[in-house]
Every structure is written in structure tokens, then in C-alpha cells.
């Protein structure tokens, strides 16, 4: 919205700063932060009042996860509400990429919602059904890839490119589609499965946007993306103000979510942010280094995947319980210890991730 004070730049040079993606990224991040801060402390106790007895803690979870019985959950109505208002308010609203990531993180909060609705109502941790809400998800982010894929240009639009090469694409034509979809609802459910404590997904979701919102920022300029020998995205630079949205409003969020915990973001958080990367990659064809700088939401993804394939084919458990930070608290680690240790590894992936930008 404000960003189109920059077309008075001519008459009033004070509006030329709205030219600037930098200066609309940072005021972005100030202004979801300011917005969960203010309105947080409000929707928790609404949420609690609402809710009752809270988020249902799973039975066959760690026994010491009991104690957080009663904290409520769908903190990520903070967290979305937060980056939907700074995003209308700062982001170019007729960049096409701006909206289609918009359309993925509210498609895929609302499936998240109806989730934590489910779970609180039945006062279970069963929700929606798995199938049908992977069948919703991968109509959002297929339509979504859909309209990212027409609105790009050249031999890229509906390519995979690889980091480290700089010429070299794989064309995939209409199965781009595909492939962009089951990044985006990849990336929503593996956050979905590692948000199981006190601060552990949003953090690594934090990492992962301001990676992505450098990327962004650099793939949609092209002197830089020139000089870096990157593919060039025509319009995506909008997008690092919809990741620093997202960076402001999980600090906010973290604020609330630091151990012990007030509130939990729920399916309604996880689902909507790791969808909201994925298709933040999508646009700009860094899909491959998503799986880099995400690595700590494919590794909980993979555990899972692991653990019920053996259980089915073995009957034996790899893990000591899925996913992987349940089996290294069952290994002894404290839940503050798992965090910040999985913290510190995505901040180690993201540089690697970062490091394909040069190195091709």
C-alpha cells in the first residue's frame, strides 16, 4: 500500500525511500514486531478463555511434555495476522509473486485453523484428515505454482535450477507444477513436525526467511544476480518484504513462545510459514537450496518417514521416537538443550545454503 507513495517521488523526493525494497523489508519487520507485541498479550488470553483446556498433549509423547497441559494454541493467528498486516501495508501490491505467496500462507493457515479447531473441539490430537488436508494443500500451492510459472519469463519459468551450475537447468515444462507443489506442501508439513517445543520451529523458520529474503532481494535485481551468475526473477525482490514480515513477526511470537511457553503457533503457524518459504523458493528458483537451509525441517520430515517405513517393514523402530527431537530427549538432552542445539545447526545450513549464491 505505502509502496505506491513512491510514484509521488518526483513532486515529493521525501517519498523516494519507498522506491527502496531495503528500507520497505526493514519497516516491515518493525511493524510486525510492534503489531505482535502490542495485540499478542490480547489474543492469548482470548485464546485461552476460548480454548479451555488448551492444545491436548499427545499420550504417547515424552511424559515431561505433560506439564504443558492447558497452554492454548493457534499462536499463529499472531504470527499470520502480524505478517498480513505489514505485508499489504509496505509489499508492491501488484507483484504477482507478492500474492501468490500470500494466497499459500493463508490457504495453508486456514487448513491449519480448521486443524487446531478439530483438536481442541475433540480434546484429541487427531484433527483433520491427513489425506484431504494434503489433497487441499496441493490444490493452494499447485495454483499457486500455476500462476508463478505464467508469470515468469525466459527458459527458467517452469525449469529446476541447480546450485553451484550457472547454466545448467532441467525443463519440466507443465510438471512444474508438481514438482513447485510438493516443495510448498513439503515445507509446510515438515515445520508442521518440528514445532513440537518451546521455540524450536520458529526460530529455524526465522533463519530461513531472512536466507531466503537476501536471496530474493538478490534474484530479483539484476546487477546483482548479473555479478552473482544467478538466475534473475524479474519481480521477486518484493518478496524480502514479506520475509522480513514474517522475521518481525516471529520475534514477536518468540517473545510469547520462550520457554515456558504461553501459547503454542499450532498447525495454524507451522503449516502456514513453512508453506510461506517454500513458496518464497518456488519464485525464485532456489528450490534445491531450500532443502540446504531448511535442512533441519527435512531432517524431522526424514525421521518420520523412517521411522514408520521400518516400524511397517521390520517391526523395529529406528528412532526412540519420532520426530528426531523426541529421540534426543528420550536420549537425556533437556528441551532447552535440543533447541538451542538445533538452532545453532540451522544457522550453520543456512550459511551453507547462502554460500551457493558465489560458488558456481
Not at 8 to 17: G, M, Q, T
Not at 26 to 51: D, H, K, N, S, Y
Not at 59 to 87: C, E, N, R, Y
Amino acid at each position: 500500500m505505502l509502496a505506491y507513495l513512491q510514484t509521488f517521488a518526483d513532486e515529493f523526493s521525501a517519498f523516494n525511500i519507498f522506491r527502496y525494497i531495503t528500507f520497505r523489508t526493514g519497516a516491515a519487520t518493525v511493524t510486525a514486531l510492534l503489531f505482535v507485541f502490542l495485540f499478542g498479550p490480547a489474543m492469548i488470553e482470548i485464546l485461552r478463555f476460548r480454548q479451555g483446556k488448551g492444545q491436548p498433549i499427545r499420550a504417547d509423547g515424552p511424559q515431561t511434555h505433560f506439564k504443558k497441559a492447558g497452554t492454548p494454541t493457534m499462536g499463529g493467528l499472531m504470527i499470520l495476522t502480524g505478517v498480513l498486516v505489514s505485508a499489504l501495508l509496505w509489499a508492491d501490491l501488484s507483484s504477482i509473486y507478492v500474492w501468490c505467496v500470500l494466497a499459500v500462507t493463508v490457504g495453508f493457515g486456514l487448513i491449519g485453523f480448521y486443524d487446531d479447531y478439530l483438536k481442541v473441539k475433540g480434546a484429541s490430537a487427531k484433527g483433520f484428515s491427513g489425506r484431504a488436508r494434503l489433497g487441499l494443500e496441493a490444490l493452494i500451492a499447485g495454483a499457486a505454482v500455476f500462476a508463478i510459472m505464467r508469470a515468469g519469463e525466459g527458459n527458467t519459468a517452469s525449469a529446476l535450477t541447480l546450485p553451484f551450475l550457472k547454466e545448467t537447468v532441467i525443463q519440466l515444462g507443465i510438471f512444474f507444477v508438481v514438482f513447485g507443489a510438493f516443495v510448498i506442501v513439503g515445507a509446510g508439513n515438515a515445520v508442521n513436525l518440528t514445532d513440537g517445543l518451546d521455540g524450536l520451529a520458529i526460530v529455524p523458520v526465522m533463519i530461513a526467511a531472512a536466507s531466503f529474503g537476501l536471496i530474493a532481494y538478490l534474484a530479483g535485481n539484476v546487477r546483482f544476480a548479473d555479478y552473482l551468475q544467478i538466475h534473475y526473477v524479474a519481480g521477486t525482490g518484493e518478496l524480502s518484504v514479506l520475509c522480513g514480515a514474517l522475521i518481525g513477526a516471529g520475534l514477536g511470537f518468540l517473545w510469547f513462545n520462550a520457554p515456558p511457553a504461553a501459547i503454542f503457533m499450532g498447525d495454524t503457524g507451522s503449516l502456514a510459514l513453512g508453506g510461506m518459504i517454500g513458496a518464497v523458493a518456488v519464485a525464485t528458483k532456489h528450490e534445491i537450496v531450500l532443502a540446504i537451509i531448511g535442512g533441519i525441517f527435512v531432517m524431522e520430515a526424514m525421521s518420520v518417514i523412517i521411522q514408520v517405513a521400518s516400524f511397517k517393514l521390520t517391526g523395529k523402530r529406528v528412532f526412540k521416537m519420532a520426530p528426531i527431537h523426541h529421540h534426543f530427549e528420550q536420549l537425556g538432552w533437556t528441551e532447552p538443550q535440543v533447541v538451542i542445539r538445533f538452532w545453532i545447526v540451522a544457522v550453520v545450513l543456512a550459511l551453507i545454503g547462502l554460500s551457493t549464491l558465489k560458488l558456481r
